[in-house]
């Protein structure tokens, strides 16, 4: 069965600091895979997508099969990026989304 | 529109009544999504609608739950005779189009409380 894990359901660091939450995927096929944020009082949004091979914020992501990893990753986290992290995979070609069930990061001063 | 619109933004109802809630995607999308948000939780796919017609419904929970949409527009979600455990943020997305990396636009929910 496909499903998503993200193990910390919190995670807090200071500013400066690295940061990296943790997504473990189970997929059969070939998957794709993004990250969405929530930030307070937004809506939730796209922040990257693995195919994409992006920094966003200075956010990156690596695919690892391997593993079945797909850890979001950051070397100097800032207050701003204080929000709800969420993994997602892209399951089959009917394009419908799982997610994890978040990871809430704060950053504090 | 600008983005996903959802209404109503909140709606407290009582154990056994009917709800519907409603998503107005953007304009030219037509790939439509709801999901369901309960507290703590992380997001659970309810439904998935590709134009008019839904090819996976596979997260509905029960036969209490339906929806439908019109027009390649608007969708509306339906929760009969609701149970406590209807409780949660109901979140609809909308998309280009299916099977691509294309990125899912969310409304901002529509908060349904329970009593």
């Known amino acids: 069965a496909q499903r998503v894990t993200q193990p910390e359901k919190l995670l807090s660091v200071f500013k400066g600091a690295p940061v990296e939450l943790k997504c473990n995927y189970s997929y059969s096929g070939s998957p794709e895979l993004f990250w969405y944020v929530q930030y307070s009082r937004q809506r939730l949004q796209l922040l990257l997508r693995h195919i994409s091979r992006e920094s966003i914020k200075g956010f990156t992501a690596d695919l690892n099969k391997g593993e079945t990893s797909f850890h979001l990753k950051k070397p100097f986290a800032q207050e701003e990026d204080s929000a709800m992290y969420y993994c997602a995979l892209k399951r089959g070609s009917q394009g419908n989304l799982i997610f994890g069930k978040g990871t809430k990061l704060s950053v504090k001063p | 529109g600008a983005g996903v619109s959802q209404s109503p933004s909140n709606k407290v109802t009582e154990k056994g009544k009917d709800v519907e809630l409603r998503c107005d995607p953007i304009s030219g999308h037509t790939a439509l999504y709801w999901y369901r948000q309960r507290l703590g939780q992380g997001l659970e796919f309810l439904i998935y609608?590709?134009?008019?017609?839904?090819?996976?419904k596979s997260g509905l929970p029960s036969d209490r739950f339906s929806a439908e949409r019109t027009g390649e527009s608007v969708s509306t979600l339906t929760i009969q005779r609701t149970q406590q455990e209807d409780s949660a943020v109901y979140l609809c997305?909308?998309?280009?189009?299916?099977?691509?990396?294309?990125?899912?636009?969310f409304g901002n929910g529509t908060r349904l409380t329970v009593t």
């Open positions: 997305a909308s998309s280009l189009a299916r099977g691509t990396a294309l990125p899912l636009h």
């Open positions: 609608f590709q134009g008019n017609s839904a090819p996976d």
